[in-house]
């Protein structure tokens, strides 16, 4: 029966977020000769289970959700040190769009992702606008659940769960030391060690510190630590206790290269390659921007044909102001865990944790080079319009520049507990699971701006009482930049407020295995958020209306989630599953409550999942293909028909039945086909819509840098070359990422988009007693390519690089 095949070695792990926690004794053998290992830890090579997706002892061939496991072996094969690299292993994960180059901001499905450690909060996600950047320092593995995940894991965002798994204490020695260097005067040293301080009580303390330049001066600075103690109180029960830190500081690029605004619908649909200047008419109402014949031509001169639809690549440069402020953050956790067997059959597992990050940052977020736009009919009408000065065209110029300077400090409280019954009845083998979760989030928001010449304000009187005094940018391809400080050019504050989410939940989760191939999974939970915000005030000069302080005003939801999966299999080799799922989330992190109803409705979630999984070479291959189509609903959109001041009391400022779709079909294979081969292989097609307004068409429009088509494989061969005491490991792999809409209306640019790439990169390791030695050349056919689509623009990828590590194990 399958719960003695599974479980007689690896007792029912109810809390199976923490995957690779040895759960109970794997302490001296003078205290027990019992070793408890999680469902996560059977597979020598491909890892065939995971708890992250039900919480149960199910293997992943019986589980019925989309669920992707990279393990530790590809993430050192490939030596990538971040979770932006590491997503090209993950089929359906890729970068959001607009992201302003900030943190992480990933999305699975064209959704919002959700980031955790071993299942607990780990930092933005739902709208956040500041946000970490994860190192993969501390991780051994990383697990990614897509779907809606409300009843296990809590308030979470509707694409899925990126769960990092990380390392854990250790009763066997282990000392490690790492040295790497790297192009851009990249270099960092690390240092992991592990071992039993007495029989009961281990230690893992894993460091590292790193500095680069970076690519186009993008430059990292990061300083890191993780320290956790692992005590076994007893053959059945544990505890554990972690903290981390982690200090960085990332520049920030907001813009990467722009997208020069120029709109084709206002010459009659004809591309910027194909107009003339007699196209480039002026406002016949002499509303707009008059230019004289010489200056059209010279503005038609400018144009290629590539304007208004990709990014204008002028190399190595950016429009990185010497104002711009690195994002310096800093990040501490603290993090109990508990384990305890009643018996074999009953298992409780607890996590508290407590989390502090701040973050500041300068950023350019506005700098935009007009060339020609009919805008409601109004020709190049101010500020959208290309620069004269002084009788004197610059077409290249940037206007309506912004800066903004972010103070940001997040604090959270998070507390799960899972408890897991395993019994039988009849033939059929039974696991059920009762959580509950709390999570405690404070927010403290403030942004400064300041502006160029465009931004002017001005009281009821029509008095100008602020007025931009930055320079305009003059030609985008040599910058010229304001002198001094952020400080020195008259900042408003913009934002001030304190935001506070709170949010709890019970659930209850029965796993069926049936018999005849056939296995079940039901869970309902109970979920409630409630969402407090106090504005603070702001500067008078930049809204009257909201210089001064607001008393808190809260809103509450709550309902009922569900996971429904059957998965059957006809052989052992061979699954197939569905799985239909519904979540709860916070429409917003960072939103405002006031203007929203007392109780405004909070975002719901669903997903559905069509899955074949197949598994060959005895366990080290498995396959699946996903067929799905996932959701995020209660979206906010405004109401066409309403006026401030002029609408009857009766109409709705807003409406809230908007949402952002996804369809699409995965496919994920990973293999050690035999001592020599690794393969992974991962690859989707998914149209990810934003439909905001289900009553208007045109706001149904693609999700911003979302592809339609994203592939990747990696290839790791094992040769047994030069004598050599040990295999030469040789890896190749490549990424192809389809084309990225940066489609806005509101910008003249609805047709604008990110070209595709495809990158190719290799690796070389030689592994042997203490040492290993390995070499990446990344970018191996040195291609130009954007590798994220910004707000905008697209951020250029790194030309060809190479890093060398050197590793000291004793």
């Not at 509303?287 to 190399?315: I, K, N, V």
Request: glycine share 8%; net charge negative; hydrophobic share 35%.
């Amino acid at each position: 029966m399958k719960h003695f095949r599974y479980s007689m070695l690896a007792i029912a792990c109810a809390s199976t977020y923490l995957p690779t926690i040895i759960y109970a004794a794997e302490t001296a053998e003078a205290n027990s000769n019992i070793e408890r290992i999680t469902v996560y830890g059977r597979q020598n090579q491909v890892v065939m289970n995971s708890g992250l997706a039900t919480k149960s002892d199910m293997s992943l061939m019986e589980t019925p959700a989309a669920v992707v496991i990279v393990d530790e072996e590809l993430i050192q094969a490939q030596g990538v040190s971040n979770l932006q690299d590491l997503v090209r292993n993950i089929s359906g994960v890729t970068q959001a769009g607009n992201n302003y180059g900030i943190g992480d901001n990933l999305v699975i499905r064209g959704l919002g992702a959700n980031y955790t450690y071993d299942g607990m909060y780990g930092g933005a996600g739902l709208g956040n606008t500041f946000n970490p950047t994860r190192s993969l320092t501390n991780v051994e593995s990383v697990e990614v659940l897509k779907g809606p995940a409300t009843g296990l894991y809590g308030m979470g965002s509707a694409g899925g769960v990126i769960n990092l798994i990380e390392k854990k204490p250790q009763f066997e020695s282990l000392n490690e030391f790492t040295a790497e260097v790297g192009q851009w005067d990249t270099y960092s040293f690390a240092v992991d060690s592990s071992g039993g301080i007495t029989d009961n009580l281990a230690y893992r303390v894993v460091a590292k510190s790193g500095r680069s330049d970076g690519y186009r001066e993008i430059g990292t600075d990061r300083d890191e630590i993780y320290t956790s103690l692992k005590y076994i109180v007893s053959d059945s029960q544990e505890l554990m206790l972690s903290a981390s830190y982690i200090k960085d500081a990332i520049a920030v690029d907001s813009i990467g290269h722009p997208i020069r605004i120029f709109n084709a619908g206002s010459v009659g649909g004809k591309g910027a390659g194909d107009v003339s200047w007699e196209d480039l008419i002026n406002d016949p109402n002499n509303a707009g921007l008059q230019l004289t014949d010489a200056q059209r031509q010279q503005l038609a001169d400018s144009l290629s044909s590539s304007d208004g639809q990709t990014p204008y690549a002028f190399g190595n440069a950016g429009i990185i102001s010497p104002m711009a402020k690195d994002n310096e953050g800093e990040e501490l956790r603290f993090k109990l865990t508990h384990n305890i067997y009643f018996n074999d059959n009953l298992f409780l597992n607890q996590q508290l944790q407590y989390r502090d990050y701040t973050s500041g940052f300068a950023r350019q977020t506005g700098a935009y080079n007009y060339v020609y736009w009919d805008r409601r009919d109004k020709i190049n009408e101010e500020p959208r319009a290309p620069l004269v000065e002084d009788g004197v065209l610059y077409p290249f110029a940037a206007r309506r520049q912004e800066y903004r300077k972010v103070a940001a400090e997040e604090t959270s409280w998070q507390y799960f507990a899972d408890l897991r019954y395993d019994f039988q009845i009849g033939n059929i083998d039974n696991e059920l699971l009762v959580n509950a979760n709390f999570e405690d989030r404070n927010i403290a928001f403030k942004q400064y701006s300041i502006y160029d010449a465009d931004k002017v304000i001005k009281n009821k009187a029509g008095e100008v009482i602020y007025q931009g005094a930055l320079p305009y940018i003059y030609d985008i391809r040599n910058p010229n930049w304001a002198e001094g400080s952020f400080e020195d050019h008259d900042p408003l504050m913009t934002s001030n407020y304190n935001k506070k989410v709170n949010a709890w939940g019970v659930g209850l989760q029965h796993v069926g295995y049936l018999g005849y191939g056939f296995t079940t999974r039901i869970g309902v939970a109970f979920n409630e958020i409630k969402q407090s915000y106090q504005h603070l005030g702001v500067d008078p000069r930049y809204s009257a209306s909201k210089a001064e302080p607001r008393a808190e005003a809260d809103t509450t939801d709550n309902g009922v989630t569900y996971n429904l999966g059957v998965t059957y299999m006809p052989t052992e080799d061979l699954s197939f599953f569905v799985n239909h799922s519904k979540g709860r989330t916070a429409y917003s992190i960072l939103g405002g409550i006031e203007g929203t109803g007392e109780d405004r409705a909070d975002s719901e979630s669903v997903s559905d999942d069509l899955g074949i999984r197949y598994k060959a070479f005895e366990d080290q291959m498995l396959a699946s293909l996903v067929f799905f189509k996932s959701a995020r609903t209660n979206l906010a959109y405004s109401n066409p028909d309403y006026e401030e001041g002029v609408s009857a009391p009766g109409v709705a400022k807003s409406f809230y039945n908007g949402k952002e779709e996804t369809t699409g079909v995965e496919l994920d294979l990973n293999a050690h086909i035999s001592e020599q081969w690794m393969v992974n292989v991962n690859g989707v097609y998914q149209d990810a819509r934003d439909k905001k307004d289900p009553n208007r068409s045109r706001y149904d429009t693609r999700q911003k840098g979302v592809p339609y088509v994203t592939a990747s494989a990696w290839v790791t061969y094992g040769a047994d070359w030069f004598s050599l005491e040990s295999p030469l490991n040789i890896s190749l792999g490549a990424k192809y990422v389809d084309d990225r809409s940066t489609n806005s209306d509101s910008f003249g640019i609805p047709d604008g988009y990110v070209p595709s790439y495809t990158v190719v990169d290799s690796a070389i390791s030689y592994d042997v007693e203490h040492w290993k030695v390995q070499l990446n050349v990344n970018n191996l056919f040195n291609e130009d390519y954007y590798s994220k689509a910004m707000f905008l623009g697209g951020m250029p990828g790194e030309e060809r690089n190479a890093k060398l590590s050197l590793t000291y194990r004793l």
